[in-house]
């Protein structure tokens, strides 16, 4: 039998640079809005406490509200297409903000649709999005591919809040939305010109959605290896939410960082992450792709235990080190797991799986805000600030209990359909 052609390297194969271009415009554009419609919502309508969280609420609330079917209907479809115009959408959508602010027709009810419609968008985009770069890339170049993706978010992630800040300060909160719209329709452009031909899911024609998020279900939480990966992701998402609500009053009230130092604090995620992206590669070339999920987390993670040891007067260096070492291990953790699972899931099962994961991974994260505050107020800061480092901590053990903590690396049988042959168009 004959060997396959080695496949194009990423940095050479045409359409995956597209994509990754397309990704990185349209990241750019989500966190740019993030950062400045509530900015809008205060500056030009006066917003109240209520009414920002409203607004917080409403852009993350379609992922509980309709993950799961989408995930099951975009295993149906060429993905591509969905990803097009869920950007184009959220373009367009955003668009509307500043046209309305021109003529003094801007309010608060306005805002609160176009971030739950902005949200219901990117749920269509992100669950698309993995399943297609596993079909646009080659196999064993996924673990390449979403660290490449992973490094341009995070500068995203940096960058666009403080460019989003800028343009307010300079544009206004109005124009500065004009940005984000810029953002998407420069994605929609860079996918529409990848010229490789995507292949539909092969899928039992069921006709019945339910039955087919059922089996999405039932595929993740009986996989002997995906699920301990569901029960890590949540139970380090609960507990990272945890200390994510209590982290600012932390460092205000137990290390007494003024305002300034502890923005510059929670900043240093975004050089995690990116140290992250950038060193994922190296971790999963020298300690193999799965073993690279649980070793970064026990060797790597439990340094953000320096985040509750901080005492006032080495508290800047300690929380610079300990908040930094959590984002870090994560990314790597997260590049490693998301890879593999697209590697060994069918590709007519992508989408659910993905939306799946989406669902319970993000669904613990108003629960563990609460629980946050609960315990915050109830045993004070400092032991809430134990508890989330701790329990974040001992995430890991699900996998270490499981059959990944005797893999190296992902099977070549792992997946039970054969590979696809990507156009590197």
């Known amino acids: 039998m004959s060997e396959s052609p080695a496949p194009v390297a990423l940095t050479r194969h ?33 917003a109240s406490a209520f009414e920002l969280g409203l607004l917080n609420a409403a852009s993350t609330f379609a992922f509980l509200l309709i993950g799961l079917p989408v995930g099951a209907w975009l295993d149906r479809l060429r993905r591509r297409p969905v990803m097009i115009i869920a950007d184009l959408s959220r373009g367009l959508l955003l668009l509307s903000v500043p046209v309305a602010a ?24 992100d669950i698309a999005a993995q399943p297609y770069l596993a079909n646009l890339i080659h196999r ?22 403080a ?7 300079f544009a206004g909160a109005a124009n500065a939305v004009l940005s984000t719209c810029v953002g998407y329709f420069a994605s929609v452009l860079f ?31 009986t996989h002997p290896t995906i699920r301990p990966l569901v029960a890590t992701g949540a139970t380090a998402n609960l507990f990272e939410s945890m200390l994510g609500a209590l982290l600012a009053l932390y460092l205000v009230q137990e290390l007494g960082l003024s305002a300034g130092v502890v923005g510059l604090v929670l900043a240093s995620g975004g050089l995690g992450s990116l140290l992250g992206a950038l060193t994922a590669s190296w971790w999963m070339r020298t300690f193999g792709q799965v073993r690279t999920m649980w070793l970064v987390l026990v060797t790597v993670q439990p340094l953000m235990l320096l985040l509750p040891l901080a005492q006032p007067e080495i508290g800047v260096a300690l929380a610079f080190v300990g908040y930094i070492a959590l984002i870090y291990a994560v990314v790597v953790y997260d590049i490693a797991q998301v890879s593999y699972r697209q590697m060994i899931c069918p590709d007519r099962l992508r989408g659910r799986m993905t939306a799946t994961m989406r669902f319970v991974i993000w669904g613990v994260l108003p629960i563990g805000a609460l ?17 989330s480092t701790g329990g ?9 209990c499981s059959p990944l903590r005797r893999m190296r ?5 792992a997946t039970p359909e054969p590979p696809s042959t990507p156009d590197p168009r």
Do not use: C, N
């Open 191 to 221: 996918l529409f010109r990848i010229k490789h031909v995507e292949t539909v899911p092969e899928r039992q024609h069921t006709g019945r959605l339910r039955t087919e998020i059922v089996e999405g279900l039932r595929f993740v939480f």
């Open 409 to 413: 690396d992902v099977p070549a049988d």
């Open 140 to 161: 064993q170049q996924l673990p390449d591919g979403f660290a490449k993706l992973e490094s341009t978010r995070s500068i995203s992630e940096m960058s666009a809040p």
């Open 163 to 169: 460019m989003g800040g800028w343009l307010i300060q």
């Open 14 to 46: 045409a359409g995956f640079l597209r994509f990754w271009a397309g990704d990185t415009a349209s990241q750019f554009g989500t966190y740019t809005v993030q950062a400045v419609l509530p900015l809008l919502a205060i500056g030009s309508l006066g």
């Open 392 to 400: 974040s901590i001992l995430s890991v053990l699900w996998v270490l």
């Open 102 to 125: 021109w003529f003094d027709a801007l309010s608060m009810t306005q805002l609160l649709i176009v971030a739950l419609l902005v949200g219901a968008g990117t749920v269509f985009f």
């Open 371 to 387: 629980l946050g505050g609960v315990v915050g107020e109830w045993l004070g800061v400092r032991p809430a600030i134990w508890i």
